[in-house]
């Protein structure tokens, strides 16, 4: 998750976007996108896309045993 959450927070960044903004383009509250930016979030995956759909991301994922 450390990696995805620098990528989400350099994305917004590079992009120009506050973190309400992300959080309004995205349909979820400006807490989710705070906790999720520093990593300590364990957000749901359709949040996750969410967010990464907005910021024009793809989220790759892999489950385990």
């Not at 309400?20 to 979820?28: F, K, P």
């Not at 793809?58 to 045993?65: A, F, N, R």
């Amino acid at each position: 998750m450390e990696l995805l959450s620098k990528q989400i927070k350099a994305r917004r960044q590079e992009l120009k976007i506050t973190q309400q903004e992300l959080a309004e383009l995205a349909d979820v509250s400006i807490n989710t996108i705070v906790a999720v930016e520093r990593g300590t979030a364990n957000p749901r995956i359709a949040t996750l896309l969410s967010i990464c759909n907005v910021l024009g991301l793809q989220l790759k994922t892999t489950i385990k045993d």
